[in-house]
């Protein structure tokens, strides 16, 4: 018995506190998102994605880890979190002209 204690350190039986909130927190999201895409899909009628529970929430989380990963690799983003990069012109560069206001329907 001395012996298996030893070979893991000396720590007693059972999971860490962390494990098991870790697995709390899996089981919780995942039941999480199996009712919700049931009740969108049964009560709301929703399909495809809109089935996922508050979809635009998880889109903006992607957009956010997109953005930081974009900001620890050096790549620069744009206004709004738009990358520069991505901005395309047709007929040359970009050109702001306040004479567009005056267009403008009222």
């Excluded at 893991?8 to 999201?29: A, P, R, T």
């Excluded at 895409?37 to 529970?53: H, L």
Aim: aromatic letters at 10%.
């Amino acid at each position: 018995s001395s012996g298996i204690n030893a070979e893991y350190g000396g720590v007693g039986k059972g999971m860490s506190v962390f494990k098991l909130l870790l697995i709390e927190f899996v089981v919780i999201v995942v039941v999480y998102f199996i009712l919700g895409v049931a009740y969108r899909r049964y009560v709301v009628g929703a399909r495809g994605y809109e089935q996922i529970p508050n979809l635009a929430f998880w889109k903006s989380c992607k957009e956010g880890m997109q953005a930081t990963v974009d900001k620890c690799r050096g790549q620069s983003s744009g206004i709004g979190g738009v990358r520069s990069d991505n901005i395309t012109t047709s007929g040359g560069p970009l050109n702001i002209n306040n004479d567009d206001d005056e267009r403008l329907i009222m």
